[in-house]
T-cell receptor
Framework: EDKVVQSPLSLVVHEGDTVTLNCSYE??????LLWYKQEKKAPTFLFMLTSSGIEKKSGRLSSILDKKELFSILNITATQTGDSAVYLC????????????FGTGTRLTIIP | DTGVSQDPRHKITKRGQNVTFRCDPI?????LYWYRQTLGQGPEFLTY????????KSRLLSDRFSAERPKGSFSTLEIQRTEQGDSAMYLC????????????FGPGTRLLVL
């Protein structure tokens, strides 16, 4: 059974700090790893990673995948209160169904 | 707004009652997924459709749950004889085939079983 473990479960930092969120996974047939941001409702897509060592970047957010060690990190620099959310990591298996297995998420709280 | 809509947004029901939720996907998306999310957990896969065909069901989907996607457009998820353990957020998502990055989620239906 595919498994995704995220750490830490929750994190409280001050505005302007940099944070690193971790995601490790076990999947029988890996195809991709995705990061989502979830505020009060639906998860919204941030990044999809398929290749090791290639950083994906969007503004203050960036993510990288290590397929050998089976983990990914999500970095957020110069955090803002609007970054407060649950960040979900998910893996897609390679069986062509785009079914996602999610971790429990990291709840990030930014204090002004 | 991702373009995926769900109805109702909230449902409170008594144990033993049947409930039905609806999902309208993005019109050009031929894959449709149902997930369940409980407090403090990530979404868990329940089932998915390609067009009108239901291709996979999770072990989580007991025989009290049934999902349909007639004509390959909107989908319904019915829970019969609800139990308190069914209380959760039910999320629908849709995507293009083999384009997981296009998997957009609806706002969810929050179910509370009393």
């Amino acid at each position: 059974e595919d498994k995704v473990v995220q750490s830490p479960l929750s994190l409280v930092v001050h505005e302007g700090d940099t944070v690193t969120l971790n995601c490790s996974y076990e999947v029988t047939n890996f195809r991709s790893l995705l990061w989502y941001k979830q505020e009060k409702k639906a998860p919204t897509f941030l990044f999809m990673l398929t290749s090791s060592g290639i950083e994906k970047k969007s503004g203050r957010l960036s993510s990288i995948l290590d397929k050998k060690e089976l983990f990914s990190i999500l970095n957020i620099t110069a955090t803002q209160t609007g970054d407060s959310a649950v960040y979900l990591c998910a893996v897609e298996d390679g069986f062509g169904n785009e079914k996602l297995t999610f971790g429990t998420g990291t709840r990030l709280t930014i204090i002004p | 707004d991702t373009g995926v809509s769900q109805d109702p947004r909230h449902k409170i029901t008594k144990r033993g009652q049947n409930v039905t939720f609806r999902c309208d996907p993005i019109s050009e998306h031929n894959r449709l997924y149902w997930y369940r999310q409980t407090l403090g957990q990530g979404p868990e896969f329940l089932t998915y459709f390609q067009n009108e065909a239901q291709l996979e069901k999770s072990r989580l989907l007991s025989d009290r749950f049934s999902a349909e996607r007639p004509k390959g457009s909107f989908s319904t998820l019915e829970i019969q004889r609800t139990e308190q353990g069914d209380s959760a957020m039910y999320l629908c998502a849709s995507s293009l085939v083999q384009r997981v990055e296009t998997q957009y989620f609806g706002p969810g239906t929050r179910l509370l079983v009393l």
